[in-house]
Nanobody, 127 residues
Framework: VQLQASGGGLVQPGESLRLSCAAS????????MGWFRQAPGKEREFVAA????????VYADSVKGRFTIFRDNAENTVWLQMNSLKPEDTADYYC?????????????????????WGQGTLVTVSS
């Protein structure tokens, strides 16, 4: 499975960005797709995930109400709509795919259960 992420950039606080992640290859093995982020000097952390078949989504508490993850199975693509961005959202964002459940991906050390990673896309929120 290959994941191609795009959509990062520089925005001011309060503005919005949309990230996309296109999957290709043996996607039949994927059960969940999502996003993690990593700020300089910090560990990679879970942001959001969506069940590839059912469409159920889960979010980190820090982004609930501001970020929305959604998918298009026909296009094998997942998006992360990020609204009301804050400076603390600044990080490299990584698309992820797993054969595990969204509960596993969003749990503690969820990054260990990611089977495939996309390249990072940088989001910078600054005035």
């Amino acid at each position: 499975v290959q994941l191609q992420a795009s959509g990062g950039g520089l925005v001011q606080p309060g503005e919005s960005l949309r990230l996309s992640c296109a999957a290709s290859g043996s996607i039949f093995s994927i059960n969940a797709m999502g996003w993690f982020r990593q700020a300089p000097g910090k560990e990679r952390e879970f942001v959001a995930a969506i069940s590839w078949r059912g469409g159920t989504a889960v979010y980190a508490d820090s982004v609930k109400g501001r970020f929305t993850i959604f998918r298009d199975n026909a296009e094998n693509t997942v998006w992360l709509q990020m609204n009301s961005l804050k400076p603390e959202d600044t990080a490299d964002y990584y698309c992820a795919a797993s054969s595990r459940s969204i509960a596993t991906m969003s749990g503690g050390k969820g990054a260990r259960f990611v089977d495939y990673w996309g390249q990072g896309t940088l989001v910078t929120v600054s005035s």
